[in-house]
């Protein structure tokens, strides 16, 4: 018997659907002037910045039917936090290390 699986039907389907929206998020971030002065912090705090934001967004703009205190939340998180580290780390802080003089 086959059956068709729904983005409805399985969360890390839908999360990962949306991996080019998370790049574009990611770009725009890096591309648009910061509220702050990121010299004054870590490498590490910016990425965490930048996972942040990005997770933000798309919460609201893709999740926000989803109660973000849940498990199902939280593994869309870390799908987009592992994402991010393993796929931006080294342009975030080449980013960094270039807008702070740290090359």
């Not at 969360?11 to 770009?27: G, H, P, S, T």
């Not at 705090?45 to 997770?55: A, K």
Request: hydrophobic share 40%; with cysteine.
């Amino acid at each position: 018997m086959k059956y068709l699986i729904t983005e409805e039907q399985n969360i890390k389907l839908k999360a990962l659907r949306r991996l080019e929206a998370v790049d574009e998020l990611v770009e725009l971030r890096l591309r648009n002037p910061f509220t702050f002065d990121i010299c004054h912090f870590s490498r590490e705090m910016l990425l965490d910045h930048v996972i942040e934001w990005v997770t933000e967004a798309m919460y609201y703009d893709y999740f926000s039917d989803i109660d973000d205190n849940t498990k199902e939340w939280h593994k869309i998180w870390n799908i987009y936090y592992e994402y991010i580290t393993i796929a931006y780390s080294k342009k975030i802080f080449d980013f960094y290390d270039k807008k702070c003089g740290k090359q």
